[in-house]
């Protein structure tokens, strides 16, 4: 397994922020001659999110103008599996001058796209990179290299995917917060009052309220939700 392969394994457990995990990836890909990343998600029902190291100006134009709608890259890569190569010098008409445009903003002149699936979703994702190598040496680099980016592909979907979900996730009050960390750590309602000096009563209270927040059924479904998303440590 390549040392990429590593550094994805690795990064599935160090979630920072989204500039921080954009930084990480565009240092690590860029030592393999990788110039831009980005990931676009679009919802089927409208509107879209996208972490991009692209130029400023092509982001904003990109998602001001809902130009995911035209890209050739999401066209050709929707109806592929895995990554799909795109280089200006070889396309005309449209797809040429919508990756004209593109490099009118600052975007390099290759690169590669690859759909992601959301099952059981209304959107779909988009991971792409771009390069400023030569074309010969740029298609050189996705053959060398094709299994390895695709997997930072996944990874980078999933690692945004639960940052979007801790930053949605409804906000524990310090005492639910409490009773759930004692009962993630094996303690029943009654021993959680006598740590906490609450009665057993209160403690139910906490913990119902913390179901409400985050849709669980049981003392337990909460436990692990609150833990998914980022709210519980243990």
């Known amino acids: 397994m390549s040392q990429l392969f590593e550094w994805c394994k690795d990064m599935e457990h160090g979630i920072a922020s989204e500039a921080a995990i ?18 676009i998600e679009v919802s089927l029902s409208g509107g879209s999110r996208a972490s991009t190291t692209y130029p400023e100006s092509w982001h904003q134009t990109y998602l001001e103008n809902a130009l995911y709608r035209q ?14 190569l ?39 994702g988009v991971f792409s990179l771009a390069s400023d190598l030569p074309a010969p040496e740029w298609r050189a680099l996705c053959r060398a290299h094709r299994r390895e ?26 005492r639910e917060h409490d009773v759930l960390t004692w009962a993630a750590r094996g303690k029943t309602s009654w021993e959680t009052a006598a740590i906490l000096g ?10 119902r309220s913390a ?24």
């Open 22 to 39: 954009m930084a990480d990836f565009s240092k690590v890909l860029g030592e393999i001659g990788v110039h831009h990343i980005s990931y």
């Open 71 to 84: 890209d050739p890259a999401i066209r050709v890569a929707r109806n592929a599996t895995g990554l799909q």
């Open 86 to 124: 795109w280089d200006v010098d070889t396309l005309e008409g449209e797809d040429r001058a919508f990756f004209e445009q593109s490099r009118a903003h600052g975007v390099p002149h290759c690169g590669c796209a690859m759909y992601l699936y959301q099952p059981g979703s209304v959107s779909f």
């Open 149 to 174: 980016l695709e997997v930072c592909g996944n990874t980078l979907r999933d690692i945004l995917d639960r940052l979007g979900a801790r930053a949605e996730a409804p906000k524990l009050s310090p």
């Open 198 to 207: 609450l009665t057993e009563g209160t403690v139910y209270q906490y913990i």
């Open 211 to 234: 179901m409400r927040k985050l849709g669980a059924c049981s003392k337990l479904h909460c436990v692990i939700l609150a833990i998914e998303a980022g709210v519980l440590e243990i």
